[in-house]
C-alpha cells in the first residue's frame, strides 16, 4: 500500500486539531472539514487547509457524505480520517471511501458493521470466549421477547439493537412492565436509529465502565495497550476518564486484557478501537466495542509514552505494528477531565453563547486538548465539549492532586461550563478512595451540593499556590502566654485552597493528626490551633506520642 501523502481530516473542533498534529509529525498534509458555523473556530484557523462544507446542521456538513467524499477529491487527499462521532463508525462510509481509492483511517468496514449491532456482536464475541450479559438475540417480536424473559431474571433492560448514548434503553422490573413498555422502546429506536428492532438484556445494578484500548494492524497483529475508568458519566455521558482503572485486582485486569483482545480478533480489527464492558465484582461483561479513536484516548497516550492517532495512520497505510505486546509498559496513572458547556445547576442544561475570558493556569503536568479561546461561539448545532483537562501523576493520588490545583485557577466566562461539577467530584471522599459505579453521579450530585462547593471556594486573600511545584509552606512561631515557651507552627497552602497549621517540633516532628487544624481562612485556623491544642498543651505533651511511636 502507499504512503499516505494527504489527510481529509473529516471532524470538526479539538480532534480535528488533534489529528492535525499528529499528521504535521509525520510529515504528512491534512484539510479539514469546516461547516459555516466553524468557520471563526481555532481548530478552522489552524488548520493547513481548511475544506468548507456549506450549512451548518450535522446532516448537511460532518453526516454528510457525499461532500466529503467531493471534497476529498477536490483537495486532492489519498485518505480520509474520521476522528470520532459523526462518520467514525458508519460502515457505508468507509466502505464508499474504499470505492472511492481512498484510505479509510480505521477499521475494515466488517468490523464497523458488525461492532455497530449489538446483537451482532454479542454473537461473535462469544464465539472467541468473552463473557457477555445474559440475554436474547435480536429480530424477536413482542410476544418471543415476553416468553423469552421469564428465563431471566428480572430486572432486565430493553436496548435498541442499532442504539448508542443510552437512547432507546428501558428498565423494566417485571413481565407486565415489560409488556407495557415494549412498544414505546421500539418506538424510540426507530425515531433515533430508523430501526425499531430491540432485545433483552439482565440489568447489571450498579456496575462499573471499564474499557480497554486494542491495536491491530493489516498483517494480524494485535495488541491492548491496558485499561481505562470511564464509570464517572452522566446519562451514559462519560465526564471524567482514567488509565489505567484503579481498584480493579490483577487478575482481574488481566482477564480483562485477554477479553479485549478475543473480542478485537473476533472481527479482524485492524485499527485503534475500545472494547468496552461492565464490571461488577470480579465479574465483567462485553458490553460493545467502539470501532474508532476515543475522545479519551489521550490517558491511554500519557501512560504508555505512544501517539494513538500517528500509529492509526501508520497502519493505514500497511504498516505493521511498530513494537509487540511485550513492549508496552505502563507509567504512572492519567485523568482526563471533560469540560462541557453546561450547566449543572440547571439540570446540565447546555450552555449557549460567547466565551467572553478564559484565565489557563500555566502547569507543566497539565496537557489541554481544545479549540478553545475567547471569543468561541457556542452553537446549537454541536456536541457541547469545550475541552479536555488530562493530566499525569506518578499514582492516582498525585493525579488528583494536580487537576484540584489546575481548577483552582482554571475560569471560563461569558457562558456556564461543569467545571464546578468537577470541582465537587474531585474532593469528594467516596470517588477518591473507592471506585464508583456508572449510576453514582445520578444518585449523589443534586445543586445543592454546588451551593456548599461555593462557600468552600471564598479563597482567603492571603493563601498562595503554585501549579510548577509543592504546596506553599510557611513557618510561624508562637509563644505561650503562661510559660513564654516557644512553638513552631508550619502551615501548608493546600491547593483545594484549606490551610493545615500544625505543631513542629525543634527536630522536625510534626504532631499527630488530633493536634493539627484546618479551615479555609488562615486566621481562623490559627486561632483554632491556638485556642484548642498550643494553650493546652506543652511540647512535650505535643510531640511524646510521636517519640513513643518511633522507639
Known sequence: MPKIKKVLIANRGEIASRIQRSCDALGIASAVTVSDADRSGLFARLAQEVAPLPGSSPFDTYLNIDAILELARKFKCDSIHPGYGFLSENSEFSQRVLDAG???????????????????ARKIVQKHNVPVVPGTAGGLSDEELLSAANNLAFPLLIKAVGGGGGRGMRVVQSLEELKSLLPRARAESKKNFANEDVFLERYIEKPRHVEVQVLGDSHGNLIHLGTRDCSTQRRHQKLIEEAPAPFLSEEVRSKIHVAAINAAKSVGYDSAGTVELLVKGEEFFFLEMNTRIQVEHPVTEEVTATDLVSLQIRVAQGEKL????SDVHFDGHSIELRVYAEDPAQDFRPSLGTVTKIDRPECEFLREDHSLEEGTVVSPYYDAMLSKLIVKGRDRKEALEQLRMILSDYEIEGIETNLNFHRWLLCLSPFVEAPVDIHFVGREFSPACLEQLRA???????????????????????????????????????????????????????????????????????NALISEVLEKKTSNQLFAFQRRGSR
Not at 102 to 120: C, D, H, Q, W, Y
Not at 322 to 325: A, G, R, W
Open 456 to 526: 468552600l471556594r471564598k479563597k482567603d486573600p492571603e493563601h498562595r499556590a503554585s501549579c510548577a511545584g509543592a504546596e506553599y509552606v510557611e513557618r510561624l512561631q508562637w509563644k505561650r502566654s503562661l510559660t513564654s515557651e516557644i512553638i513552631e507552627v508550619e502551615v501548608v497552602h493546600r491547593s483545594d485552597g484549606y490551610f493545615l497549621a500544625r505543631p513542629i517540633s525543634g527536630s522536625g516532628e510534626r504532631a499527630s493528626a488530633a493536634d493539627c487544624r484546618i479551615s479555609n481562612g488562615k486566621t481562623a485556623c490559627l
Open 102 to 120: 481512498l484510505v479509510f483511517i480505521g477499521p475494515n468496514p466488517r468490523a464497523i458493521s458488525i461492532m455497530g449491532s449489538k446483537t451482532e
Open 322 to 325: 511498530p513494537f509487540q505486546q
